[in-house]
Each structure stands twice: as C-alpha cells, then as structure tokens.
C-alpha cells in the first residue's frame, strides 16, 4: 500500500473524479487547492509513477486599445475605401479622408495598407483615390471581428488563416501576445493499479512548534521533508526599471573611461541648440513641425554670452575668420532668443565648450531628455533619450571617432556587427551615421556623429579638433534587450517590466 501526505492523496482524488485527466487550473477549482499545492503532490505522484505532468505551450492573443478601436470602427484601410465607395468610387484624398473621419495618425497607414492590398490607387499628381477592385473581407479583418468579440484567444485552436493574420496584426501592433504553459495532470496505469489497492493518508509536520517540543510529541510526528524542485508561487521582488538599470551602467561605464558628465537645461535658447552648431535660422529643423517653441515666455537673455553671440551672428553672415563664406543672410539676435524645448543634447556640448571649467584634453558625455514633435511609431517617440559625447584633444581624426561608436554599439548595446555611412549635419564635416546589427534582431539606427567644423569651433573659442556623436540610447536598450517597439521601453505594461530580466 502506498503512502500519500494529504495534499497529494486530494490531487489524485480529484484528477480521478475529473476521469483520470485534468488541468492545474480544473484541479483547482473542483478542489480548492492552490496551484502551488497541486504542482508540488503532482511531482511527488510522478515521481511515484502514479501520474504523469505533460506541458503544453498556448499562445494567447488580445487586442490592445487601438485594436479595440479597429475592431468598433474597421481598419483604417477599410474606412477609407467605404468612404472613396461613397464619393463614386473615385475622389480627392482630402475628401475620402474626411469623409472616412480618420485620425491624422492613421492615414499614413491606411493609404499604405490600401494600396498594398490593391483596394485602391493613388494619383500623386492630382492627389486622388481611386477604388481597383471590389475589396474582399481580409483575414486580418476577419480575426480582429472575433477578437472584438472575445476577449482572447488561443493561436493554436485558430484555422491557418486566422493563424497567418495573427502575424499580420502583431505587425500592425493591434496584440498583445503572452505565450502561456498549460501543465495536464494524468494519472498513469501504474497510478490506476495503486488506486484499486488502496492508499494510506500519512500525516506530516511542516513546523516544530514549542508545544510539540514541550510535549515530546515530536519524537512520534513525522517531520514533511523539504522538495527543492518543487514549484513554488511566482513572486514579484522589487527591482529597478530594466531601462534605468541600464542608463545607469552606461553612465558607469563612462565613467570608468574616464568622461565626466555634462548638464544643461530642458528649455534652451535656440542659440545654443541651432545659431552656436552653425545651423541656418531659416533650416527646416527649426520650423514648428521640427521643434517645440515655448510659448511664454518666448524669448531668453543672452547678455552673458553677448561676445560669443557676436562671433556666431558673424560666422553666419560672412564666415568671421572661419575661412567659410557663412550663410549669407541677415542673422536675427532675436531669433538667437526664442526658447524652445531641447532638441538633442548637443546644446550641452556647446555649453561645455563655453565653460569656464573646460578641461584641454578632455572627454564629456551626457543622457538627456529630447524632445521633437515626431510621428510616434514604432523607432520615433516626441521624448527621447539621447546620449550625446565630445572629445577635446589634439591630433583628433576621424578613425578615434569611428572607435568610439564602435566601443560604444558593441560594448554597451551589444551588437554583433557596426555600420557606418556618410551623412551631413551642419555643425559638423566630416559626418558620419552609426547603425548596428545584432543577430536575431536586425539592423537599427542610432545617429551622427562628425568632428566639429571650424564655424562651429572658433567662435567658442576652441582651435583644437572636437569628436561629436548624438546616439539614441534608447534604441541602444532596445538592441540590447532585443525590443523592435520603442514604446514598450515607457509603455505602463507590468508585466512586460516584471517579466523582463535586467540587462
């Protein structure tokens, strides 16, 4: 006759009244036992050849919010082409947008999706839609009606169909996906003979408690012994944001090699962040879609840089002692002025440059906030984090640069290969683009770099070479952790941050 303890004779119960086969979960409801209780008698039962745990591995899949919002109000795409059906088949895209009532985010996507599903064409030159084919009802749009109906569902127990549109969504970002074990508990012949001969309920003690010593009765309880490799209930430690786990040993690091920190303000005078890197008051970067302007108030004192600012208005105009022709326009003091909010860190280099502190040879660095009105997707966010470097030092060139990007994509984001292109950036020459490779993940782009050009330099009163680089470190974690949405870095997702590992 076998012996049980209690907790295991009650799992073995209540698989056999749910006929010899069951689920963690049905086990739990029919007994009231705890999942952790029922995992520990089932290994026990299995070590004893009475029954036999077999996993399996479920995908499960819900729709986000704009998801939901697809599945109410039909994919971009699909809104489109009833509203261009409505218009005759044909019309402006202004129209069939307005008429479709899509958000300025979505119409990106439902003009791309349109014309790669053949639902439609579009003339650039005159601007206008018009329909190709009666559109059919797509998978995707077939998964997201049941998805808008139920609240999840399994992959697996979906047709191929809806199981080849799984991925199509997941794409689209309108999932979330949680890939879940399904353990089945099932009592095995052995366990069945068992059964029939009868089990004996043992009593075991998990505490020796004073009563039992005072009493002597510990010298005839039976003591439960300690299973180590039973499964226990998951817990939840507090832990630092994997994210700023990993600002930090970036910062560490850096410090280590022996850069030191720079700092600056988040509302910044566009002479620091455009006039002083030598970018024209009339470039695109500095128009209301390139930049946030601060509305009041709109402009700050420069009276304390007043001879540096005099130099910089010169180097635009005429190119100062530069050996540049500058831009040739009439440079405007007042726009020098205009506050806005910080568009990349390199602001703060210039105001490292310009201090009194500056240390000849020296290495800086800094992890700031950005901000820029960008279209958010997948690679963009309006705040960023960027990380930004310079090098002062003589007989800088351009391989010490290439090092440094290259030190910095394999040791801190873990990549497996470097690429660098040329690129142009106005404040610097030669400019170079950094992207990086990671086996599994793909490539990514991360940002500039260059040496600094003389317009830049001069009138800051630097006559020695300066390397640059302005990195997205985000998309540094994001190549380090193996993430493809940037969103998820900042997303109020908890268990996407309990579930992932600090890097």
Known sequence: MVELRENEHKTLLTIEKLGGKASVEQIMKESGLPDTTIMRGALTLQQKKIVEILEKKQTIIWLNDEGKLHAKKGLPERRLTNALKKLGEKGSLKKAIGKAGLKEQFVPIALGWIQRKKWAILNTKTNTLQTLDKPKVGNDEKLLKLLGKKEQAIVEYLSPELQAAVQILKRRKLLEIEEKTTRIIEITKTGWITIKKGIKVT???????????ISGKWRKVKLQKYN??????????????????????????????????????????????????????????????????????????????????????????????????????????????????????????????????????????????????????????????????????????LRDLLGVLEKFAIEIAGADEVNFRPDYFPFTEPSVELSAYKKGYGWIEFGGSGIFRPE??????????????????????????GIDDIRYIFAQDLDWIRRKGVV
């Open 203 to 213: 009593t075991e003690v998990t505490q020796l408690t004073p009563k039992l010593i």
């Open 228 to 397: 180590v490799e039973a499964s226990v209930a998951k817990t939840w430690p507090g832990k630092k944001h994997p994210y700023l786990q990993f600002l930090d040993e970036v910062k560490e690091k850096l410090v280590t090699l022996g850069f030191k920190e720079m700092r600056g303000p988040t509302v910044e005078m566009s002479f620091f962040n455009f006039d002083a890197l030598y970018t024209p008051q009339d470039h695109p970067a500095r128009e209301i879609f390139g930049i946030y302007f601060v509305k009041h108030p709109k402009y700050g004192n420069l009276n304390a840089y007043k001879h540096i600012a005099d130099k910089v208005k010169k180097t635009h105009e005429d190119g100062w002692k530069t050996g540049s022709t500058g831009w040739r326009y009439k440079y405007s003091v007042k726009e020098a002025r205009r506050l806005i909010l910080r568009g990349h860190g390199t602001c703060q280099s210039v105001r490292t440059l310009l201090s009194k502190d500056l240390d000849v040879p020296g290495m800086y660095f800094s992890i700031v906030r950005c901000y820029r009105p960008e279209v958010v997707d997948k690679t963009h966010l309006t705040e960023f984090n960027q990380i930004e470097g310079i090098v002062v030092d003589e007989n800088l060139t």
């Open 456 to 481: 830049v330099a001069m009138p800051l009163g630097i006559k020695l070479p300066v390397i640059a680089w302005g990195l997205g470190i985000d998309r540094l974690f994001m190549l380090k952790a």
